[in-house]
């Protein structure tokens, strides 16, 4: 998304806007648009991080890590903008040369979004023609293995709805870890269930811009990963485009699939207006042996180049 800008809607402003199962046959979340200011008010603390496993290698100490969206509200953590120490128990703290962790780099202010109480242990870097999986981690070089550290890692995030037009508030945080603390048997991708970013199923009208519903009509599993079908509803006296980009999925392994590119920026078909319709197909590279998937999926809503996020549910697939 070169150029966007995210926004976070203030929570006490958000309503839920609930279409009955006699119209769509489904649910969706809308919240409505407030560009008085781009200051968030989050209900939750942050993010936060499980330490999944410490290792030693060439006087390099590895530390591996899952993260977890505590913010409240959908985030985006920005690879780029951590940095991380880490302190022995003498007390003496030695800097980290390497920091993997965030959800992607962000271009602009935009990069991927995930729903709070989900929980990620990866992401797709490299380049859109050779993608690559990225681990979350920390390496602090010049560092031995030993009982009673503690690692700290500075993040800067954003939350909410994306708006092209806005410039997104960036959250600076700080993560405290014991690394004598190390968990073997995270669960993934929802760490916990929150009321109001429920998973919708496919083939469920997501409101989007103009009052033109997309819909997940079907779901292929390839070779290489994924085909996603979609489908937009035209009400209106007027052509419309809606723009959802490239959509990722996050699965049992905790890995975000999907290079990440700007929603606005990937082409939509036009849909004709008076109850034409239109469709098109999306593409996302996964290993055959993960399931239990997810799609983050940001919908053009209200207006040109606003996003909201979704998350629909295909974990049958």
């Not at 508030?169 to 995270?186: A, E, R």
């Not at 009400?235 to 890995?255: F, K, L, M």
Request: one cysteine or more; aromatic letters at 10%; glycine letters at 10%.
């Amino acid at each position: 998304m070169k150029g966007d800008h995210r926004m976070r809607v203030p929570r006490t402003l958000a309503a839920v806007v609930v279409m009955g199962l006699a119209v769509t046959g489904c649910d969706y979340i809308v919240p409505p648009i407030d560009n008085s200011t781009p200051t968030p008010v989050l209900s939750g603390n942050g993010w936060g991080a499980i330490v999944t496993g410490v290792s030693e290698a060439n006087g390099t100490l590895h530390v591996a890590l899952s993260l977890r969206n505590d913010t409240g509200d959908w985030s985006a953590m920005n690879v780029a903008a951590s940095s991380a120490r880490v302190t022995d128990g003498s007390g003496k703290t030695s800097s980290c040369s390497t920091a993997f962790v965030g959800t992607s780099v962000f271009v602009n202010d935009g990069g991927w979004f995930l729903p709070p109480g989900f929980v990620m242990a990866g992401y797709t870097a490299g380049t859109m023609d050779k993608p690559v999986t990225q681990l979350t981690y920390v390496e602090c070089a010049g560092v031995t293995k030993a009982a009673g550290q503690k690692l700290t890692i500075q993040y800067t995030y954003i939350t909410g709805p994306f708006n092209y037009y806005i410039p997104s508030h960036k959250t600076s945080g700080t993560l405290n870890l014991d690394l004598d603390k190390v968990v073997t048997d995270t669960k993934y991708p929802v760490a916990q269930k929150v009321v109001g970013y429920e998973a919708v199923a496919p083939n469920a009208a997501i409101a989007a811009v103009n009052k033109c519903p997309v819909q997940l009509t079907d779901v292929k599993r390839t070779d290489t990963g994924f085909q996603f079908s979609w489908k937009t509803t035209n009400p209106s006296e007027y052509p419309a485009y809606v723009h959802i980009g490239n959509p990722p999925v996050i699965g049992a392994d905790g890995i975000l699939y999907g290079f990440y590119v700007s929603p606005h920026i990937a082409d939509a078909p036009i849909t004709p207006a008076s109850g034409g319709t239109a469709t098109w197909t999306t593409t996302v590279a996964v290993p055959k042996d993960v399931t239990g998937f997810y799609i983050v999926l940001p919908v053009e809503t209200q207006q040109q180049k606003y996003f909201v996020d979704h998350v629909v549910d295909i974990t049958d697939k």
